[in-house]
């Protein structure tokens, strides 16, 4: 979710424990987009009631009286914004403080002037995650009982020890649930459902026929304990389709297939079409369930989804399963809300995302180390189906509809028009398709609409096939026959269909068998590492099985999304692994109740199983793939499993604060002085050193060492060695190597990563394995080198002085520093009016745009910074001389800042635009300035260049400057170089 207003602090604790003042911090990231209108979430600076309340204690009348209080203040800021109370919507209170509200963008600027306000978030859409829709080499023949629970070692791990989900309950935030699936069916020997809080929504919300007459009267149990609407302003700004259901009930079907895959019932006989398919189980089937609906069919808002964790929290949520993603912000809503929520011992699994398999591809909140970001990956059993041609060639693939009869097959390439080798909507030829089977490519539109465009044509079936033989193979329940298959068959099949004549085929649908590949391999759609923004931080964390999972859907979908009538479905994407991953979570909180968040996922990540490979079947996946590796709890009666890890690294709340130095620093008022206190009490501030069961080093300067630090969980001392396989050109020293850790106690230890030959920008990777006492402790590292590590920016002050420049280098040669400027401020002083539209460019911009020329001609550095306070919202963009926009600001407020390094010589121009001025036009700033490439300025470099650097070398280079005016802002450069190659540079801001 993107800021429109920059935080002042994440909660008063962190704030008044690094002694730091309340007070707005400057904004650096642009929000996607601007609304003139609709949902904005403000964050208030108090503190949660988790931070004082335990969450057992969140229904007490004490805990009332602090929400009642949190509330009230909530309303004082409306009213002083002079918005009305009733604009509010959504108000959280238990793992975040703060409230939505339907306002403009001025209302959000108003709302960030109150005393008491942290931040005011633009509202932004998130969606689920699931496809729309020794080495294990997965030989033995699946039995159709429980196949994914045996490929996961549950059967005779866990469950044979009692481990079910006993007493747990597991909240589930996504599309609804359907409640009277056998899954959830309450068989009288679950524990009594907790009473929950009904004083603001039901909290077994069904039966709302006067908008759906299909939504029949529910009461939950104590399987299903508790079902919640939260789409309250979904509602408001986008608004339910008459076919959707305005209650907690499933009209989507992913709700209830992310349900029952966590924690639905045991040995439930599954049937699509009419026909028997496996027996199934959820991870977790003794645990019970309490549902949140947040999304509709178009997506859900970060505010409703806050709230549905705001409340699961309230309710007494022992797990949350978020199979939901977006953008990979660090600082949003939900995020924070979950920040709190692991403190107070809440575990999260968040799908990463499907948007792989290229890098740089994990959403959030799936990127934040607070939660677990779950991967996808294959398991052995297959839901087969074939195709046998005229010829008597048989071909198979996925699938779990029923079969057709000889009929003929035509490509859908000449089934009609443009794209109907995709079968696009209407682009297939009924005259031309009608009784027959088509061939589709995968592309453009979703694989089970392919089949309905099949339908409509008048086709009997559909022989679907992927664009590449990596890819994952689907088995939706798809409007027609259909047969899935890797791309090397479906061209092999199109070539027949279109060179022979009165070509013939037959599906046949032939129940379960073995994946004819390795498995577990990643999924071709997995969202990959490194992730963005906090790279330091290897993402997914780990993967689990999330293709041809089987589970509970909607008999009732919404818009003509799949066929009807259908109770069960075996999907795929990261929304299915990551439920996998939350039944896990549910079965290490009956057999650990003690443990922190991140005790239970560093024992799941540590204890993983790794020989998975990559989406081609035969590469060894690499932790960008799948984290730490594919989930694996393992017996609860043994050593080195995710029930006994021996060693765990644990972090806590002021952990993941010291995370938010380095990749959030916008959560802080200030930011100096949050983030010295930290360090000053012994938290990490940089995230390569939060303490997590993964190693990420982005930036390697020839030489990087990190700490870490372990605790024993178990009830003997440990005594463990340090095995290291090191990646590829790097050595990897760990201090000390061997460590003794008392039952309780905790070891700290520093991991040293030397290039002794890696390419530079390359990620390469390895393992840190703690092995002894009958444990074996592992840590993925993944390491990129980079030529030089120097600070984008230092500051100074007075009219003469010095400062220090500190770089570390990765690579050898002769180190230079050359100093440009420093240059004064220039002012360009005029005023803008209101852009009618808030639209730039538009027609209508006329006197809410001015337009300012600058000439750059050899410039090294150049920066346009412009601020405005009160309530204006000023936004500016820089063209060069054909008119193109090469860079832009348009932060919430007017806090606006564009750099261009070593620019184009030519003329530019910057547009100041008016997005919200209001009726008078106002008066503004533009400060610049130009840094020539010359050297002989103000600036100096007085010592440390050149000189001879090694590899890993840190070089102090201290630079001086003299003969500044007095309140005139100065702006320079230092430009690094080994060998003669510029390689980084950092500006230098003097304010005498």
């Known amino acids: 979710m993107k800021r429109i207003i920059a935080f002042a602090g994440v909660a008063a604790t962190a704030v008044a424990f690094a002694g730091a003042s309340a007070g707005g911090a400057n904004a650096t990231t642009p929000p996607s987009g601007k609304g003139v209108g609709g949902s904005y979430i403000v964050v208030m600076k108090a503190d949660p009631l988790l931070r004082s309340t335990k969450q057992s204690d969140l229904r007490t009348s004490g805990a009332q009286s602090k929400r009642a209080a949190l509330k009230a203040s909530h309303d004082t800021v409306l009213k002083g914004a002079g918005i009305a109370v009733s604009r509010k919507v959504n108000t959280y209170t238990n793992a975040l403080n703060g409230f939505s509200v339907l306002t403009d963008a001025k209302g959000a600027a108003a709302l960030a002037k109150q005393p008491g306000v942290a931040a005011v978030l633009k509202d932004e859409m998130r969606q689920p995650t699931a496809i729309a829709a020794a080495v294990n080499e997965a030989k033995a023949a699946p039995s159709g009982v429980n196949d994914l629970q045996k490929f996961l070692g549950l059967d005779t791990g866990a469950y044979a020890k009692g481990i079910k989900g006993n007493g747990v ?78 209650s907690a009930r499933d009209n989507e079907g992913h709700g209830t297939h992310t349900a029952t895959t966590a924690a639905g019932n045991a040995n439930v006989q599954s049937r699509i079409f009419g026909v028997n398919k496996d027996i199934v189980s959820g991870i977790a089937p003794r645990a019970q369930i309490i549902a949140y609906k947040a999304l509709g069919d178009a997506g859900g808002y970060g505010s409703d989804l806050t709230a549905a964790i705001d409340q699961a929290v309230a309710d007494g949520v022992d797990v949350i399963n978020y199979s939901i993603g977006g953008g990979a912000e660090v600082v949003s809503a939900d995020t924070l809300a979950f920040l709190f929520a692991a403190d107070a011992g809440v575990f999260a699994a968040v799908s ?91 592309g453009v539109n979703g694989r089970v609409a392919k089949s309905a465009e099949v339908k409509r044509a008048g086709g009997v079936g559909m022989v679907l096939f992927n664009s590449t033989d990596g890819d994952t193979m689907f088995s939706d329940n798809f409007f027609v026959p259909t047969v899935m298959m890797d791309y090397t068959n ?74 009807a009538g259908q109770l069960w479905q075996a999907i795929a994407g990261t929304s299915m692994s990551s439920p996998v991953v939350a039944g896990s979570y549910a079965l290490l909180k009956q057999a650990h109740p003690e443990w922190s968040a991140a005790a239970a996922k560093s024992a799941l990540m540590t204890q993983s199983y790794a020989a998975v490979r990559k989406n081609d079947r035969v590469t060894p996946a690499d932790p960008f793939d799948t984290g730490s590796g594919m989930a694996k709890l393992g017996s609860p009666g043994a050593k080195s499993t995710s029930f006994q890890p021996g060693l765990v690294y644990d972090a806590g709340f002021y952990d993941y604060l010291g995370f938010l130095c380095d990749e959030g620093r916008e959560a802080f008022a200030n930011p100096d002085a949050t983030c010295g206190g930290l360090a000053n009490a012994g938290y990490a501030t940089t995230a390569e050193n939060l303490n997590y069961p993964s190693i990420g080093m982005s930036a390697v300067p020839g030489t990087m060492t990190v700490k870490r630090t372990v605790t024993n969980v178990s009830s003997q001392a440990i005594t463990a060695t340090a095995s290291v396989r090191a990646p590829q050109g790097y050595r990897v020293t760990v201090s000390p190597a061997t460590i003794t850790v008392a039952p309780g106690a905790s070891k700290s230890f520093e991991v040293s990563v030397t290039n002794t030959g890696a390419p530079i920008g390359a990620w390469r990777f390895g393992s840190l394995t703690w092995q002894g006492s009958g444990y074996a402790v592992r840590s993925p590292i993944a390491v ?30 002769t180190y230079t520093a050359t100093a440009h400027g420093l240059v004064p401020a220039e002012h360009h002083n005029d005023t803008v009016a209101q852009d009618p539209d808030q639209t730039y460019p538009s027609p209508d911009d006329g006197a809410g745009v001015d337009r300012i020329p600058y000439t750059l001609n050899g410039v090294d550095h150049a920066r346009w910074k412009l601020d405005v306070g009160g309530d204006v919202d000023l936004d500016i963009y820089l063209l060069d001389s054909s008119g193109k926009v090469v860079a832009q600001s348009t932060n919430g407020g007017t806090d606006e800042q564009i750099d261009l390094v070593r620019p184009a010589d030519g003329t530019y121009t910057m547009i100041v635009h008016g997005w919200a001025v209001g009726a008078t036009p106002v008066a503004y700033d533009l400060r610049s300035w130009r840094v020539p490439a010359t050297t002989g300025g103000s600036l100096s470099v007085v010592s440390g260049s050149p000189q001879i650097v090694a590899v890993g070398d840190k070089v102090d280079v201290v630079v001086g400057w003299s003969g500044l005016t007095a309140g005139v802002e100065y702006l320079g450069s230092v430009t690094h170089r080994i060998g003669g190659t510029i390689e980084a540079d950092t500006v230098v801001a003097v304010n005498p």
């Open 169 to 246: 309950i597991v909240g589930v935030i996504d599309t609804g649930i359907w409640p009277e699936h056998p899954m959830l069916r309450d068989n009288g020997t679950f524990p009594a459902a907790p009473t929950l809080d009904e004083s603001e929504r039901s909290a077994c919300a069904f039966g709302n026929q006067a908008w759906n007459p299909n939504d029949k009267p529910f009461t939950c149990n104590n399987k299903l304990i508790g079902a919640r609407e939260f789409l309250d302003v979904y509602k408001s700004q986008t608004g339910l389709e008459h076919d959707e259901f305005d």
């Open 490 to 563: 479906g061209a092999r099949i199109r070539r027949y269909a279109n060179n022979t004549p009165g070509a013939t085929a037959r599906i046949t649908n032939l129940g379960m068998d073995t994946l004819w590949h390795y498995s577990p391999t990643v999924t071709y759609f997995s969202s990959r590492g490194p992730t963005v923004p906090n790279s330091d931080t290897i993402k997914p964390d780990i993967s689990a099985p999330g293709a041809q999972i089987m589970a509970g859907n909607t008999p009732m979908p919404s818009g003509g999304s799949q066929p």
């Open 352 to 442: 990463a995302g499907n948007d792989g398999p290229g890098p740089e591809t994990v959403g959030g909140p799936a990127n934040v180390p607070w939660v677990t970001g779950v991967g996808a990956t294959t398991f052995p059993r297959n839901f087969a189906g074939r195709v046998k041609l005229g010829d008597g060639r048989v071909f198979k693939g996925t699938s779990v509809t029923k079969g057709t009869g000889v009929k003929p097959i035509i490509d859908g390439t000449h089934a009609g028009g443009t794209d109907s080798r995709y079968c696009v909507e209407g682009s297939l030829s009924a005259a031309k398709v009608r009784g027959k089977i088509v061939l589709c490519e995968r």
């Open 784 to 813: 990129n080198a980079t030529r030089i590590a120097s600070p984008a920016e230092i500051t100074g002050t007075g009219t003469s002085g010095q400062a220090t420049i500190t770089s570390t280098v990765g690579v050898a040669g």
